[in-house]
Nanobody, 119 residues
Framework: QVQLVESGGGLVQPGGSLRLSCAVS????????MSWHRQAPGKQRELVAT?????STNYLDSVKGRFTISRDSNTVYLHMNSLKPEDTAVYYC???????????????WGRGTQVTVSS
């Protein structure tokens, strides 16, 4: 069984920084793209950043220049700088994982980590 476990969330003042981590464990043949999503209270979940196998990245417009997604083997990171109150949300990790002998990739989610930006 594949598990995604996020860590690194917390309370930070506006202008501060946090680094989120997401470790993928279990029966893994390979991992394709990995991404971070967030959901603020009363809002829909939105895609924040994606990193594909070749290293290409994409970002939500509102976080470009402030957030950086990176990956080291089976762990994906989200470096968040210049945080704003509107970045407050639960942040979720997502990955497409080949978890069996077939060539099919299955989609997995972590349980989320809370990020609160407030003075």
């Amino acid at each position: 069984q594949v598990q995604l476990v996020e860590s690194g969330g917390g309370l930070v003042q506006p202008g501060g920084s946090l680094r989120l981590s997401c470790a993928v464990s279990g029966f893994i043949f390979s991992i394709n793209d990995m991404s971070w999503h967030r959901q603020a209270p009363g809002k829909q979940r939105e895609l924040v950043a994606t990193i594909v196998n070749g290293g290409s990245t994409n970002y939500l417009d509102s976080v470009k220049g402030r957030f950086t997604i990176s990956r080291d083997s089976n762990t994906v990171y989200l470096h968040m700088n210049s945080l704003k109150p509107e970045d407050t949300a639960v942040y979720y990790c997502n990955a497409n994982v080949r978890d069996g002998p077939s060539f099919r990739f299955n989609n997995y989610w972590g349980r989320g980590t809370q990020v609160t930006v407030s003075s």
